[in-house]
């Protein structure tokens, strides 16, 4: 019994300082890029043109900002820097014939109708309008597109969040090709050394997020 109260005393003492480390560490601007990279590098960013011709476009919903890490300008759904801007792009370099907006809650109704209004012809515009996250956006999606023929898509998502994306719709037996959305030229300028590393924890936790996420689709056999 005292051996385990002494235990417990060191194990009070030992978790706090841990935490408190961790939290130094994750708040360096250097460790939040190298999170970054082991999650972006393998997916860089290419013009819409670039890319290889596929049979549809799947945009992932939640792209009508960019990545909380980088928003500046509160850029519009019109550009390369959302994943709708970019999946419109990706249309309009005629890379496929149809967009497939995946997204619950509305979502992938308002993205088919900005897209309508910026000239997409409704016709080519399919929306999977159940999912509540990326698992479900590939299993409805997959449905929709196995139903339809298409079997090569271009995969519209931020480039964090890409890996498990294409992991998802390749275990649906949809063959990926990833097209992150584009990457913001211009970063968030720390205006003082507190402002800066509260910008690099926020990001650290974002990241720390991601690569949960994939544990967690292996783990349940998603990805």
């Known amino acids: 019994m005292h051996r385990h109260a002494i235990w ?11 935490l408190a480390v961790a939290i130094v560490v994750c708040s360096t601007p250097a460790f939040a890029q ?6 972006t590098d393998p997916y860089p960013a290419r013009a819409a043109s670039a ?18 890490e980088d ?27 149809v967009i497939l907006l995946s997204g619950g809650d509305g979502e992938a109704q308002r993205m088919a ?25 590939a299993v409805n999606s ?8 298409v079997r090569r898509i271009l995969l519209v998502t931020s480039a964090i969040h890409m890996g498990r994306a294409v992991a998802s719709f390749r275990k649906q037996g949809v063959q990926v090709i990833p097209a992150p959305a584009l990457p ?12 800066g590393r509260r910008l690099a924890l926020m990001r650290s936790a974002n990241y ?14 998603w990805s």
Do not use: K
């Not at 991601?210 to 056999?221: I, K, M, S």
């Open 208 to 221: 720390l997020h991601e690569y949960l996420g994939q544990w967690v689709y292996r783990l349940r056999g």
């Open 113 to 137: 109708a900005r897209l309508a209004l910026q000239g997409v012809p409704p016709m080519q515009l399919w929306i999977e309008s159940h999912s509540r996250d990326t698992h479900e956006n």
């Open 71 to 97: 928003v500046l300008d509160n850029p519009s759904a019109d550009d390369a820097y959302t994943r709708l801007g970019f999946g419109r792009r990706l249309y309009l370099a005629g890379r496929a014939p």
């Open 8 to 18: 417990l005393c060191r194990c009070a003492w030992v978790l706090p300082v841990v």
């Open 34 to 39: 190298w999170l970054r990279r082991g999650l």
């Open 142 to 149: 997959a449905r929709l597109l196995h139903a339809a023929g």
């Open 184 to 195: 913001l030229p211009h970063r968030d300028r720390p205006t003082s050394f507190l402002h």
């Open 51 to 68: 890319y290889p011709m596929a049979d549809a476009i799947v945009v992932l919903g939640g792209g009508w900002m960019p990545d909380t």
